[in-house]
């Protein structure tokens, strides 16, 4: 909802008149009163995605002298996390943990509630997470090119697990598989345990998973990760290639986060929201806590992040549309 200009000149007046408080945001953004701010996360609470959103959420509000509130709301894919958001007012107290399930949900959905592009206005970027080709420890795979070789020899015959349908791993599974050239039935389980468990019993060849939840299983050689699908190698595991240096140039796949506002948020909380979040970003204990998560850091400018949305809405759509997957 759009303030008129005669209600946005009295909540500036209204800012100004309380920024006595001693709170720096009060007095440099202007519309934001001292409500707290409500951090809508469309996972569950304990999730790498949620600790994310807590850990700037939390250096933010000691910056802002703004209490920010995490509200999880799991469910649909997204939806209604998003649909809260989407129909909330636009004047800063209600943002959203956007992410690449936005992208995905666009091409997924047969309608959703809202415009992803129209009803939101991007703040920033938080974090990568980084994707693998995983195999058994003990696999017969210990590099992609042996499991495309196999693939290609044996039509048909290799599994690649996955969680659930829509989820950006399955469709990761789904691009990886069509840009490899290779045969392969992409197999959904549901949920990262369930996918570990199937790896681990040779129910399924390799697995396409974020590194966060698998990362120890790596290292404790239960795991092997033929290949990352990022653009750079990860951070923890620097001696495994990307996929592009396998022998697929170009290909590059990444789970991702962000912060997002109603559309027709003032560009004013918009500006500040954007420096608070590169701000918290930025801290050595934030920096250090999401790398121990197995998340890259990486803040945007609010352009930037629609243009990112922009371009996985039309990659996901066309991979979706490609693999068949029926529309929810």
Do not use: C
């Not at 001292?34 to 700037?56: H, Y």
């Not at 170009?250 to 909380?269: D, M, R």
């Not at 701000?279 to 243009?307: F, H, I, W």
Request: aromatic fraction near 4%; charged fraction near 15%; avoid cysteine.
């Amino acid at each position: 909802m759009k303030h008129s200009r005669r209600s946005f000149v009295g909540l500036m007046l209204t800012a100004a008149a309380s920024s006595s408080t001693t709170s720096t945001w009060a007095a440099t953004a202007g519309p934001l009163s001292s409500r707290p701010i409500r951090l809508v996360v469309p996972f569950g609470a304990g999730g790498v995605a949620d600790l994310v959103a807590r850990s700037v959420a939390q250096k933010m509000s000691e910056s802002m002298g703004q209490t920010i509130v995490v509200d999880n709301k799991p469910g649909a894919g997204g939806v209604v996390a998003s649909d809260t958001v989407a129909k909330a007012t636009a004047d800063g107290h209600t943002l959203l943990l956007m992410s690449n399930g936005n992208a995905v949900s666009v091409g997924l959905f047969k309608s959703l509630p809202y415009d992803t592009i129209k009803d939101f206005a991007p703040i920033s970027t938080l974090g990568y997470f980084d994707m693998a080709v995983l195999a058994p420890g003990n696999g017969k795979f210990k590099t992609l090119a042996e499991l495309v070789a196999y693939a290609k020899a044996n039509p048909g015959k290799v599994n690649i697990g996955t969680i659930n349908v829509g989820s950006t791993q399955h469709l990761a599974g789904e691009l990886l598989k069509t840009s490899l050239g290779i045969d392969a039935q992409v197999v959904p389980f549901n949920g990262t345990p369930a996918v570990v468990t199937a790896l681990r019993g040779n129910q399924v060849d390799v697995a396409v998973e974020i590194l966060p939840p698998v990362l120890s299983q790596i290292e404790g050689k239960a795991l092997r990760a033929l290949a990352v699908m990022g653009e750079k190698r990860a951070a923890g595991l620097p001696d495994v290639p990307t996929v592009a240096e396998s022998g697929t140039p170009g290909f590059q796949v990444a789970s991702w986060n962000a912060l997002a506002a109603p559309a027709g948020t003032p560009a004013e909380i918009i500006t500040r929201l954007n420096t608070e979040a590169l701000a918290a970003l930025a801290s050595p204990d934030v920096k250090k806590r999401l790398q121990n998560l197995g998340v890259e850091p990486r803040g945007s400018t609010p352009q930037a992040q629609a243009r990112l949305l922009e371009s996985e809405i039309k990659r996901w759509s066309a991979v979706i549309q490609r693999a068949g997957i029926p529309k929810q």
